[in-house]
C-alpha cells in the first residue's frame, strides 16, 4: 500500500518510540514530586521544551507549553488570549481558510460580546494583506493566520501579516499544525506571539501538541486545575507524548533540509503527471506550497468517490480536511478560493512522508488515472 495521508496522521517515528517508551514503561515519577523520579521526569520534560522551542527558534524555552494537541493550542490562543486581554480590546481576526479549531472558539468568542471579521484569500488561498489591514483595527486583540493550509497546501506570507498585525491590533496566533518540521519557522524573523504546533504532524505521539506563547503575552487556561504547564494546561503530564514530541522535533529539525528536498520532488512529479488527466487542477498556490503537499481538483466526480476509488488501488489519499470530511460538507477553503459548491466536492489531497519515494510516483498516477476514468463514465453530471 501507498500512504498518502500524512496531513491526517503521520506514523510514528521508529526513534521517538525508542526515546519515549522508557518513559511509559518504567522510568515514571509525578513531575512534580521532589524524589529522584519525580526530578528525572521534571528533566525530561524540560529537555523536551528545549528542543520544540530550538525547532521554531523561541527566544526562551519557558515559552514553549505542552498541550493535548493542536486543537487545544488553538483554543488556548485563540480563546485564552482574547479573553485575557478583553479589556484592551474585544476583537478577533481569523483568515477564512483556517482550520476549524480555529473558526470556532473565535465564533464562540461572540458570545462574550467580541466582534469577529474573517479575512478573505486569492484564488490560490494567499491572505489578502489589504483586507486584513482593514479588518485588523486597534481593539483586535487576537488575529489567526495559519502558516500553511491543510487542505491545499499554500504557505501564507507570514512575516508581512506579522507586520501589519502589529501596526493596527496586538497579537498574532499562526496554526502552524502542518507546516512545523516541514518548513523553517522562526517566531522571532516571523513576529509571532503565538504558535501552534501539533506533536503528531512531527513524527511524535498522536494527542500531542505545543503551543508557543511569546514572553511578556498574557493568556488564560481553557481548563482549570493543578496549575501545570504554566496553569495554561492543568493536569499531570503525559511524560511519553511529551517526551516523545520533543524528540520529534529534534529529529525533524535535524532532517528537515534533507526531507523537505526529497519530498517536493516526488510532489512535483504527482502534481506533473496528474494535471496530464482530463479537467483536473490544482487548488492552492503553484510554488508558495508546503514541500510535502499535492491537492487537485476533478469535475464531475466526488471526492469520496475518488478516496474510495485510490483505496481499492492501495493508494491512501484525502478529500478535504480530514476532520470534517465526516460531514460530507463542501470544504470552507475550497469555498473561499472561489470554488462553487458542486466543483468543491471533487477534491483529492495527498501529502507526503518518510516512507514515500519517487518509484511510488506511477501507481499512484496509475490509480489516480484509472480511477478518475470510471468516475468519469458513470456520472450523472
Ligand atoms: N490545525 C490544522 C491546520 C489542522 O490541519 C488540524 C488537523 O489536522 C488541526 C489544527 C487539529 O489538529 P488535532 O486534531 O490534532 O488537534
Known sequence: RIYLDHAAAMPVDPRVIDAALPYLAGKVGNPSGLYEEGLMAKSAIEEARGRVADLINAEDTQSIVFTGGATESNNIAVRGTAL?????????????????????????????????????????????CEALREAVTPDTTVTSVMYANNEIGTVEPIREIGEIVHE????????????????????????????????????????????????????QPVVLGGGQERGL?????DLFGIVGMGEAARIAAADMPG?????????????EGILTLEEAALTGHPTDRLPHHASFRFSRIEGESIQLGMDFFGVAVATGSAC??????????????????????????ATLGRSNTTEQVPAVL????ETVKRLRAITPL
Open 84 to 128: 485575557r486581554n478583553a479589556r484592551t480590546g474585544k476583537k478577533v481576526v481569523t483568515s477564512a481558510i483556517e482550520h476549524i479549531s480555529v473558526l470556532n472558539p473565535a465564533k464562540d468568542l461572540q458570545k462574550s460580546g467580541f466582534t469577529y471579521a474573517t479575512v478573505p484569500v486569492d484564488p490560490w488561498g494567499v491572505v489578502d
Open 168 to 219: 493596527r491590533g496586538k497579537y498574532l496566533h499562526v496554526d502552524a499544525t502542518d507546516a512545523g518540521g516541514r518548513i523553517p519557522i522562526d517566531v522571532q524573523r516571523d513576529g509571532i506571539d503565538l504558535l501552534t504546533l501539533s506533536g503528531n504532524q512531527l513524527g511524535g505521539p498522536e494527542g500531542t501538541g505545543a503551543l508557543y506563547i511569546r514572553p511578556g503575552v498574557r493568556s
Open 233 to 237: 494546561r492543568s493536569g499531570t503530564e
Open 259 to 271: 526531507e523537505r528536498r526529497r519530498l517536493a520532488a516526488i510532489r512535483d512529479r504527482l502534481i
Open 324 to 349: 470534517t470530511s465526516r460531514t460530507l460538507e463542501a470544504s470552507h477553503v475550497l469555498l473561499a478560493i472561489g470554488l462553487a459548491h458542486a466543483e468543491a466536492h471533487g477534491s483529492m489531497i
Open 366 to 369: 496509475h490509480a489516480a488515472r
